[in-house]
């Protein structure tokens, strides 16, 4: 749960790798997933808050994009029948050893096309770092390797809410965490590797409405940028309905 008692978001994206593995796992494309399929876009639109309760979130997914090397699934996701969510992923298949992508076999390409379905695109968010940035150490754990000896997918999410919420709390100090989740993307360029060093997160105010800011972030290492995210947050009053942004926020 996160401070409003709510699912936390980046939390859901861990449920839409559990839902994708199982899948692929379970049809005729296991073998594509231990070879080499690697996450290169998430987006994620959160439409109500799930509240922990013994039900378990419901997830349909199916096919929405199939190309050369990459195809984009589609996800909706129901709490007690109630559609809570809608999200897309971009996947590559990948050589490991090679490092380099792959295209998609005859075979694979028709087995994906079985599930395709046409599917509207969701909206587009601001996806450039403003010039005025602030930076947040990122130290990666040993737990957030997958299987291909790599960080996570999901657990660059983990990574921007730290950041976000760290700079919130320097910005608002007496009222970080009144805020929620309505949209977030994070478009993978390079892959992490483990080390004792941390990385970082540089994020900023990438645009503002009258109750929502989206703050745009990168994980970065010197020059090389590893994965860029917009997030959008709406910020609420003590009752739970948006509200004007605080002046510290709106002014940065």
Known sequence: MDALGHVNNALWVDY?????????????????LGDGVLVVEHQVEHLA???PD???????????????????LAYEMFH??????????????????????????????????????????????????????VRVPCPVRWSDLDSYGH???????????????????????????????VRQDMRYLAQVDFR??????????GATGRTSATIVAEV????????????????LDSDGRPTELPAAVAQV
């Not at 970065?220 to 910020?235: E, G, I």
């Open 196 to 205: 004792l060093d941390p990385y970082a997160v540089r994020l900023g105010i």
């Open 16 to 32: 839409l790798q559990e839902a994708r593995v199982d899948y692929l796992l379970r049809g005729p494309l296991a073998d594509m």
């Open 80 to 133: 007690h029948d109630h559609l809570v969510g809608r999200a897309r992923t971009v996947a590559v298949s990948y050589d490991l050893n090679a490092g380099r992508l792959r295209r998609l076999t005859v075979d694979q390409r028709a087995l994906l096309a079985e599930h395709e379905v046409e599917t509207e695109a969701l909206r587009s968010v601001p996806k450039e770092l403003p010039k005025t940035v």
């Open 151 to 181: 960080v996570n997918n999901v657990k660059f999410f983990d990574y921007v809410q730290e950041a976000r919420i760290s700079w919130l709390t320097e910005v608002l100090p007496e009222n970080p965490g009144r805020w929620v989740v």
């Open 54 to 72: 013994g039900e378990p979130m419901r997830i349909e997914l199916w096919i929405a994009e199939v190309g050369g090397a990459r195809f984009t």
């Open 49 to 51: 808050p799930v509240i």
């Open 220 to 235: 970065v290492d010197k020059d090389t940028v590893f994965a860029r995210a917009s997030t959008v947050l709406v910020h």
